[in-house]
């Protein structure tokens, strides 16, 4: 059965920084693209990064450039969201989500969340 | 950078009712449209892939049409489980973009 199961979020004053991972079981990890997608109280789905199976290609919404960095460790079945100058706005629900293998198709399997509240 | 739209925001239905709702991409995106249906709490249940594909265990009451820059999911006879938020999303193999949402709840 595959699961993802994000943790590290909580409460953190704006221009500070936090670490999200998400634990991968129940399928390969490292055959995957991986992506972090977000959801403000209140508002809608946002995508915010995606990575290579390999970590080679990193993606980023644009709101989040030069301040999140995506990342995986493929022998520990994990992906991270280095998340630093947090402003307000980037308070939301995180959840990793499993990307494709090699023909593109949307994510099916996505985690529950962790809190990250800015304030 | 390609920005989707969906319409209505809100809808108002009744079980038995048939609802489309509509999604419209800012250039044209081909087929590579997906479709959510997102309730609170809970994780994002993939419906529909590549614009028209139904994802496996979906009931066949869902369905997608459209390429381009117009879309349109349809539910062909509301049932109690489908009150939720539909998402429309674009998708390639290195960004998503997701519509703003249409919240379909009890008339």
């Known amino acids: 059965e595959v699961q993802l199961v994000e943790s590290g979020g909580g409460l953190v004053q704006p221009g500070g920084s936090l670490r999200l991972s998400c634990a991968a079981s129940g399928f390969t990890f490292s055959g995957y693209w991986m992506s972090w997608v977000r959801q403000a109280p209140g508002k809608g789905l946002e995508w915010v990064a995606n990575i290579k199976q390999d970590g080679s290609e990193k993606y980023y919404v644009d709101s989040v450039k030069g301040r999140f960095t995506i990342s995986r460790d493929n022998a520990k079945n994990s992906l991270y969201l280095q998340m630093d100058s947090l402003r307000a706005e980037d308070t939301a629900v995180y959840s990793c989500?499993?990307?494709?293998?090699?023909?593109?198709?949307?994510?099916?399997?996505w985690g529950q969340g962790t809190l990250v509240t800015v304030s | 950078d390609i920005q989707m739209t969906q319409s209505p925001s809100t809808l108002s239905a009744s079980i038995g009712d048939r609802v489309t709702i509509t999604c419209r991409a800012s250039q044209s995106i081909s087929g590579w449209l997906a479709w959510y249906q997102h309730k609170p709490g809970k994780a994002p249940k993939l419906l529909i892939y590549?614009?028209?594909s139904l994802e496996t265990g979906v009931p066949s009451r869902f369905s997608g049409i459209g390429s381009g820059t117009e879309f349109t999911l349809t539910i062909s006879s509301l049932q109690p489980d489908d009150f939720a938020t539909y998402y429309c999303?674009?998708?390639?193999?290195?960004?998503?973009?997701f519509g703003p949402g249409t919240k379909v709840d009890i008339k």
């Open positions: 989500a499993r990307g494709h293998l090699t023909v593109v198709v949307p994510p099916v399997y």
């Open positions: 590549k614009a028209s």
């Open positions: 999303q674009h998708y390639n193999s290195y960004y998503f973009t």
